[in-house]
Nanobody
């Protein structure tokens, strides 16, 4: 499985971005997908996750109400819509796939994920 993330960039506080992650492989609709981020000098942290069919999602408290994860299984793509961005959202954002997940699972621990994208940088200026 290969994951290609895109959509990062430089924005100002309060603006929005949408990240995309395209996955290879014919069984994307059986992977739970997640987004993580790593800010300079900090450990990687969970941002959001979505189940196979997109019916269940979970978010880090720091992004609840501002970020939305979604997926289009026909396009093998998972999205992260980020609204009301803050300087503390500045980080490299990574998408990840849990190919061994069960239906309905929304794993939040990075250890559950088997494949990772290369990351896309989001910079929010104040």
């Amino acid at each position: 499985v290969q994951l290609q993330a895109s959509g990062g960039g430089l924005v100002q506080t309060g603006e929005s971005l949408r990240l995309s992650c395209v996955a290879s492989g014919p069984t994307f609709n059986s992977y739970a997908m997640g987004w993580f981020r790593q800010a300079p000098g900090k450990e990687r942290e969970f941002v959001a996750a979505i189940s196979w069919a997109g019916k269940r999602t979970d978010y880090a408290d720091s992004v609840k109400g501002r970020f939305a994860i979604s997926r289009d299984n026909a396009k093998n793509t998972v999205y992260l819509r980020m609204n009301s961005l803050k300087p503390e959202d500045t980080a490299v954002y990574y998408c990840a796939a849990d190919v061994n997940s069960v239906s309905g699972a929304v794993p939040i621990g990075s250890d559950w994920y088997d494949y990772w994208g290369q990351g896309t940088l989001v910079t929010v200026s104040s």
